[in-house]
Antibody
């Protein structure tokens, strides 16, 4: 059974940093692209970052590019999101997701339960 | 970026009704669309990928169709457990983009 468990959320001040983690199990982690998706309170879903299987390629939307970094530790089956220069609009639940097919940057097949990040002074 | 226009934003249905949600992409997405269900306080759940392919364990009352820019998602014989928000996702090219969602409620 695929399991994705996020951690690291919490309350942080604007301009500060926060690092999210995702522990993956139930599949061969090294074979899949991984992605972070977020959802602001009472709002829709927004793609935040994607990383290739080896970690050599990363992708971000304009809203977070230059502030967020995605990384992975394939030996530990873990995914990370380093969030710097936080803004109030980064307040959201952050979901760790796994893509559908091995080696492909396709749909978001499996989702964790999410971790809430609140950016406020 | 590809924009996904989803409608309606909300709808009310009786148990047993058939409901349909549409998503229109700002350009051809070659059937690379998925549909998700989200209940309050829960993560989204993938129901359909590649326009019409039902995920394992998903009831057959859920279905999808479409091509080019225009896609639809239907629930036949709505059940109480189907009360949720539904989102489309295009994944033909980055940035992967979601529709704004449709909230399905009971009449």
């Amino acid at each position: 059974e695929v399991q994705l468990v996020e951690s690291g959320g919490g309350l942080e001040q604007p301009g500060r940093s926060l690092k999210l983690s995702c522990a993956a199990s139930g599949f061969t982690f090294t074979n899949y692209y991984m992605t972070w998706v977020r959802q602001a309170p009472k709002k829709g879903l927004e793609w935040v970052a994607t990383i290739s299987t080896s970690g050599s390629r990363t992708y971000f939307p304009d809203s977070v590019r230059g502030r967020f970094t995605i990384s992975r530790d394939n030996a530990q089956s873990s995914l990370f999101l380093q969030m710097n220069s936080l803004k109030s609009e980064d307040t959201a639940t952050y979901y760790c997701t796994r893509q559908g097919l091995p080696g492909y940057n396709d749909w978001f097949a499996f989702w964790g339960q999410g971790t809430l990040v609140t950016v406020s002074s | 970026d590809i924009q996904m226009t989803q409608s309606p934003p909300s709808l009310s249905a009786y148990l047993g009704d058939r409901v349909t949600i549409t998503c229109q992409a700002s350009q051809n997405i070659d059937k690379y669309i998925g549909w998700y269900q989200q209940k309050p306080g829960k993560p989204p759940r993938l129901l359909i990928r590649f326009t019409s392919r039902l995920e394992s364990g998903i009831p057959t009352r859920f279905s999808g169709s479409g091509s080019g820019r225009d896609y639809s998602f239907s629930i036949s014989n709505v059940e109480s457990e189907d009360i949720a928000s539904y989102y489309c996702l295009q994944y033909v090219k980055l940035p992967h983009t979601f529709g704004p969602g449709t909230k399905v409620e009971l009449k």
